[in-house]
Every structure is written in structure tokens, then in C-alpha cells.
């Protein structure tokens, strides 16, 4: 039991240092780029793609770890005239709507991000993943559902409290009615009754974004203006 305090105390110990190194606690960032939905009406990568934005706030834990949150708002469209074979009776149904979610995830970089523009430190490529909610309005109804984003960036520091960033990234999703046409006619809902428990036969959607981050909320400690 007392190693396991003592390891515990160790590793806090590490991570409140190694978090001081940023001389900002949070970073606020703006994001602008394009979406495509992947489902029934769609099985290709950036086909039908639409214009997405979001806003962001990131925590530096350390140089190698951060937690994020960030809403984001991405146009979906698709037709299901381009997914040869997949829907009966050659229905010719389109959808066109925008997914708005929420959503916290933690990002760890594969090279030490130091936020002080110095030497080795100023960019790093890092991967994704974390949780959130989906809202998606009308045409038909208005719909809830769960969302895991996954993806893979790069971040780059410009100046002492400027970064900009690039980022791909999927949202997985537990719904199949991202693509609901009308409430008169869904029809891209389980369009050949194949029904699936989990994530399975589950609409998804992708951003491609571009950020740009500013510092903010300075630490107490200016230790590292000392140095």
C-alpha cells in the first residue's frame, strides 16, 4: 500500500512539473474545414463533402499529454444513387442536414510539445480519442446519439502563445439515422433490415479541420521566465 501511495505521489508530482513548463493553462482555438458522412447513401471517402467549424479549449496536462473539449458543427448530405447495390428497388432517395456535437477527448503527442518556442519542442503529431453527443435537427425529426471520435493530427507553435494545427478525425456513431431523408419517407434507415447491436450498421461522419490556438489563463508560477 505504500509503495503504491508513493508511486502515486511520484507520478502527480511529474505531471504538475511537467505541466508548469507551459507557462498558460489553456489554449482556445478556432477550427474551419469540410465533413462527409459514411453510411447507406455513402461508402467513399470525402464524397459529397460539406463545411465544418468548431471551437475548441484544450488543457496542456504536459509536454506529451493534453484534454480537450470542443463543439463542433459539420454539414452531411449523401445519395443513395451513388451507392450502387446497397438499397432495394434502385430508391433514389438524398439527405442533406447538419450534425452538431460535443465532445471531450484526450490527445497524446508522439513528440514533446514544449509551448516556449524552443528548439525541438515546437510541433508534434499526436492521436485522438474520446467521447460525446451528437444533436442532429430536422428534415425528419430531431436526433440524439452517441459519438467516439478517433483521429490523428499536428500541431505547431508560430509564436510564444500562437499554435495552429491540423487534424483528421472520425466520429463513430450508435445511430443509423444520420441520413433520414424526411418524416414522411426515412427510407435510409436500415434501408435492407440489417440491424446491428453496438456500433455496428451505424452511420459516421468526418471532419478534416484546420485550428488556430491562443494561450490563455497564465499559471501563478513564472518559474520558467526565471530560467
Not at 508511486?7 to 493553462?25: K, R
Request: with cysteine; glycine share 10%; hydrophobic share 40%.
Amino acid at each position: 500500500m505504500k509503495k503504491a501511495l508513493l508511486l502515486a505521489l511520484i507520478v502527480f508530482s511529474w505531471t504538475s512539473l511537467s505541466a508548469q513548463e507551459n507557462g498558460y493553462m489553456f489554449e482556445a482555438g478556432l477550427g474551419g474545414g469540410c465533413s462527409f458522412y459514411m453510411g447507406d447513401a455513402n461508402q467513399r471517402l470525402y464524397r459529397n463533402s460539406n463545411g465544418a467549424a468548431a471551437l475548441m479549449l484544450r488543457y496542456n496536462v504536459n509536454p506529451r499529454f493534453s484534454a480537450r473539449a470542443t463543439f463542433s458543427a459539420a454539414g452531411l448530405s449523401g445519395n443513395s444513387r451513388e451507392a450502387v447495390g446497397q438499397l432495394p428497388l434502385n430508391d433514389d432517395l438524398k439527405f442533406s442536414r447538419t450534425a452538431y456535437d460535443f465532445s471531450v477527448q484526450a490527445e497524446w503527442g508522439f513528440l514533446a510539445y514544449d509551448p516556449v518556442l524552443s528548439g525541438d519542442g515546437r510541433w508534434s503529431p499526436y492521436g485522438l480519442a474520446g467521447i460525446g453527443a451528437v444533436f442532429l435537427p430536422e428534415p425528419a425529426t430531431d436526433d440524439w446519439a452517441l459519438c467516439l471520435p478517433i483521429g490523428l493530427g499536428v500541431r505547431y507553435r508560430l509564436a510564444p502563445r500562437v499554435s495552429i494545427g491540423l487534424e483528421w478525425s472520425m466520429r463513430f456513431t450508435n445511430s443509423d439515422r444520420l441520413d433520414v431523408t424526411s418524416a414522411a419517407k426515412p427510407g435510409l434507415q436500415d434501408p435492407i433490415g440489417v440491424k446491428g447491436k453496438g456500433m455496428k450498421n451505424k452511420d459516421s461522419y468526418s471532419l478534416t479541420m484546420l485550428y488556430l490556438s491562443f494561450d490563455i489563463f497564465e499559471k501563478p508560477c513564472n518559474c520558467y521566465r526565471e530560467q
